[in-house]
């Protein structure tokens, strides 16, 4: 495991070396490390306004992990959230950020602190997601162009995230009101990009884009937990067909810039 990790975060470190600009202005050491590009921000953001729907996956076992994400990305995800409560996580993050570079966008979740998001940059991550609002690591990646949505629960810690540089802003856990909830905040505060995770279903998930959600999170309604005890991926791959036919009706969204 650890030569598997150190070959995995050389692999990284080479990769976001190959991406500086020779013409860019010095960057202070401390920020330069991890950092990415702008371009590269935009290209996240924008394939989260195009396909909006992160499948968002968490297993009790490693061997169940990549049958799962393989399930959702057969039935139609572009993008998907390995969270680091699932056993090996980080190895199977990297293995899916080989496999689709530049085909399905890879992210992590339940990143609790600045070193968390620095060992899922090494493992190949995309983007960074929080379950709460951390405002520390929010300002680390955002003063390296690295994508984070941190979780919120109020109107003001939504809009305190895209204060502190988060460019989406994860509603969790879910909100009474639903759709029409996402609306009203969407109306009071345009500034903000909303991305609701629980509460969103496999019926649902359009309605809610198209009362101003930018993007969605899918967990159990699309990792079924009965169906990944039994291993019954063709479920999964049909519960992201479903959804996903939902979310491609609400069509892209227009981002904020």
């Known amino acids: 495991m650890l030569s598997t990790t150190l070959l995995r975060r050389t692999a990284a470190v080479t990769a976001r070396a190959s991406t500086f600009s020779t013409t860019a202005a010095p960057i202070a ?29 968490r297993t009790p076992t490693s061997e169940a992990c990549p049958k ?14 390995f969270t680091l409560t699932t056993p090996d996580c980080l190895d199977h993050l990297s293995n899916f950020r080989t ?7 890879i992210g992590c979740g339940t990143i609790m602190k600045v070193q968390d998001a620095k ?12 379950p709460v609002l951390l405002t520390d690591v929010v300002e680390w990646c955002a003063e390296r162009n690295i994508v984070v ?23 969790f856990p879910g909100v009474a009101g639903g759709a029409m909830w996402i ?15 629980s509460g ?10 198209q009362n101003g959600a930018a ?18 991926w063709d479920q999964i791959q049909a519960n992201a067909e479903k959804v996903m036919g939902n979310v491609r009706a609400a069509g892209p969204y227009d981002r904020k810039k």
């Open 29 to 57: 050491s401390s920020t330069n490390d991890y950092m990415s590009t702008m371009e590269t921000r935009e290209k996240v953001l924008d394939w989260f306004a195009k396909y909006r729907a992160c499948a968002v996956l």
């Open 68 to 81: 799962a994400m393989q399930a959702a990305i057969d039935g139609g995800f572009k993008i998907g959230e």
């Open 99 to 105: 496999k689709y570079d530049g085909e399905v966008s």
């Open 119 to 130: 060992d899922a940059v090494d493992a190949g991550a995309e983007f960074i997601i929080t």
């Open 149 to 171: 949505i941190p979780g919120c629960q109020t109107p003001t810690e939504l809009y305190t995230a895209y204060k502190h540089g988060a460019p989406l802003q994860k509603v």
């Open 183 to 197: 609306k009203a905040v969407s109306a009071a505060l345009p500034m903000l990009s909303l991305n609701p995770t």
């Open 200 to 209: 969103v279903d496999l019926d649902n998930a359009g309605q809610i884009l």
């Open 215 to 232: 993007s969605v999170g899918l967990v159990a309604p699309l990792f079924d937990p009965a169906a990944i005890a039994s291993g019954d």
